[in-house]
């Protein structure tokens, strides 16, 4: 493969679906880069005045809300295709969590490339989660059968690939932790945040996962469309940290010289176990299940991003100052509470 990539031989227009939100912002920078001609679809309002440059073409509408018509005339003309939209794991619906996410993730997403493939796009990239990855190594903990959100992302992956091939070749990008900042958009670490600054004690769980740079995943996204395998499905990722590592990268960031306690296993099952009372109270369902999931959270959650990044050809490293680009974009909540006022 030549270092222009598979995406070049095919033009140079992109549409990014989420553009104006924290994966899409920052995939339209590397396109611009690339010299790209960028367009963006996206829910209104636009987060912040001026947040795109000017050749950067936006529209501000809702996908689900458009006719098919109106969506094949926007994707005609299109290159290639970005999907970063869609519902992510800490949205809890009102009960059953699944048709929420069926109808946020798979449904949108089948409908969108199938759409796409008519109007003749020819390169896609998707935003999915690594709980699908870890559903396919894992299949003792039957994620995606207990997880409405982890099933979302499964089947959403299969339902794309299938509307899209072989005419729109896509390929799936699954996701990790993710830092850094945008414009426009409070972090949605902000609690977490909130919670290293405060006086309180810190207390953690045991495990650990994988982390990246928001500004990797934008170019990861870019590196899809130019480098991607059609129909394959990335594992992309940079570093492994167990969360007391995570945490006290947090308190560096904060100017906070604490200490992270670690609590047992069972402290966090039990309070998971409280979560979906409450949750069950209020006649509301997570995407994930939060007592099957204590045994998720805390173990690692490792894996190896050398093949993805060697592919997709993004940056590793930088997570240290993401971490504080995430905490200094998190104003003080007393500073949150007089911009309300």
Not at 8 to 29: D, E, I, N
Not at 132 to 145: G, M, Q, T
Not at 267 to 291: C, F, Q, S, Y
Not at 313 to 326: L, M, P, S, V
Request: proline residues 7%; charged residues 25%.
């Amino acid at each position: 493969m030549s270092k222009e990539g598979k995406g070049s031989s095919y033009g140079k227009k992109v549409m990014v679906l989420g553009g104006t939100g924290f994966l899409g912002y920052h995939a339209l920078q590397e396109f611009l880069k690339l010299g790209y001609e960028v367009t963006v679809l996206a829910l209104p309002p636009m987060p912040r005045e001026g947040l795109l440059p000017p050749e950067v073409k936006v529209t501000l509408a809702d996908l689900n809300e458009l006719s098919d018509d109106e969506v094949v005339k926007l994707l005609e003309g299109q290159d290639a295709l970005v999907h970063a939209a869609g519902a992510d794991d800490r949205i809890v619906p009102k009960a059953p969590a699944w048709d929420f996410f069926y109808n946020a993730n798979v449904k949108a997403s089948i409908r969108l490339f199938t759409l796409a493939r008519k109007a003749g796009v020819k390169r896609g990239v998707m935003c999915s989660s690594y709980f699908a990855y870890f559903d396919r190594i894992w299949p003792e903990e039957e994620l995606a059968k207990h997880h409405p959100y982890v099933r979302s992302r499964v089947e959403q992956e299969e339902g794309a690939l299938e509307a899209a091939m072989p005419d729109l070749e896509l390929c799936i990008l699954e996701l990790p932790y993710i830092f850094g900042s945008m414009p426009g958009r409070l972090p949605l670490w902000e609690p977490l945040v909130q919670y290293v600054r405060s006086p309180l004690p810190l207390f953690y769980m045991k495990g650990g996962t994988n982390m990246i740079t928001v500004h990797a995943v934008g170019q990861a996204l870019a590196g899809g469309i130019e480098y991607g395998e059609a129909g394959h499905r990335y594992v992309v990722g940079d570093e492994n940290l167990t969360w007391v590592q995570m945490m006290e990268k947090f308190c560096k960031a904060a100017g906070k010289d604490k200490k992270v306690h670690i609590l047992p296993n069972w402290t966090i099952r039990e309070a998971m176990r409280g979560m979906h009372l409450m949750h069950k109270h209020e006649g509301r369902e997570g995407g994930l299940d939060p007592v099957p999931f204590s045994r998720i959270q805390t173990r690692e959650t490792f894996f190896d991003p050398t093949p993805a990044a060697e592919t997709l050809q993004y940056t590793r490293g930088g997570i240290d100052k993401a971490i504080q680009d995430t905490v200094d974009a998190c104003p003080p909540r007393s500073l949150l509470k007089r911009k309300k006022k």
